[in-house]
């Protein structure tokens, strides 16, 4: 009995060593998924972060697109209005100016002025984005066009 022992005693040590080198050898298994799993989330968390920076990226730049051509058509609703109200100051020096003048031909050319500045309107157009013509031409278009029609 007692070498019964003694051979389950040693059994019972070999499978203790066993066990103590297989938990030795899947100790550096399980530290290597264990780093590899931690790289791997790293990664997914790298990749979900630069995903979110290229979204708010993308979108800033909308903003600030959005903000670009809405300026640009205030400007050029600005320039309209300038050419505008500087064509109506040319006419109304041009009627103060003018002697001996009736009523009559001052409503006249007041409905001839409104035609003409409906024609300009409806003339303009863009070239590009957010540009007119250039505004020295047209003004020089429109003086010339005035002053012959009053002449």
Do not use: C
């Amino acid at each position: 009995a007692s070498s019964a022992h003694k051979a389950n005693g040693s059994n019972s040590s070999k499978a203790g060593e066993k066990r103590k080198a297989d938990a030795h050898g899947s100790t550096p298994d399980f530290e290597e998924a264990s780093r590899m799993a931690a790289e791997e989330d790293k990664r997914r968390r790298n990749t979900a972060a630069s995903a979110r920076f290229r979204i708010k990226k993308k979108q800033r730049e909308q903003a600030l697109e959005r903000s670009a051509k809405e300026m640009s058509d205030k400007v050029a609703a600005l320039e309209g209005r300038i050419n505008q109200l500087e064509t109506e100051n040319k006419w109304l020096k041009s009627l103060i100016t003018e002697k001996n003048e009736s009523k009559e031909d001052i409503a006249v050319l007041w409905k001839k002025y409104t035609q003409e500045s409906g024609d300009r309107i409806k003339a303009e157009r863009k070239d590009g984005v957010g540009t007119s013509l250039n505004s020295t031409s047209a003004t020089t278009i429109s003086s010339s066009t005035s002053a012959t029609s009053l002449a």
